[in-house]
Nanobody, 121 residues
């Protein structure tokens, strides 16, 4: 089993910044791609950003230029730096990662429980 714990959410004014973290722990041999998703009230969960195991990022158009995803493989942690935040960025932010527990085991996806980001004046 792998546990993912997000942190760094909170209340921020429009135009402000936040840095989210997601730390993975448990039976981890290798870590594959890691993603940040978000779900706003009344809306479906959407992909915000993804980063491959070698650090190549991709972003949703809605956050491109305002967010930076990064990872620390030594700490099994992924980050999401968010700048120029808008009220429409308000959502619960979830991280997801792909993990394998040994060289013979299949890859499995795990989700964190989310951290709330509220952008409001």
């Amino acid at each position: 089993q792998v546990q993912l714990v997000e942190s760094g959410g909170g209340l921020v004014q429009p135009g402000g910044s936040l840095r989210l973290s997601c730390a993975a722990s448990g039976s981890i041999f290798r870590v594959g791609p890691m993603d940040w998703y978000r779900q706003a009230p009344g809306k479906e969960r959407e992909l915000v950003a993804t980063i491959t195991s070698d650090g190549s990022p991709n972003y949703a158009d809605s956050v491109k230029g305002r967010c930076t995803i990064s990872r620390d493989n030594g700490k099994n942690t992924v980050y999401l730096e968010m700048n120029s935040l808008k009220p429409e960025d308000t959502a619960v932010y979830y991280c997801k990662g792909s993990f394998t527990k040994n060289i013979f085991a299949p890859w499995k996806d795990y989700w964190g429980k989310g951290t709330l980001v509220t952008v409001s004046s």
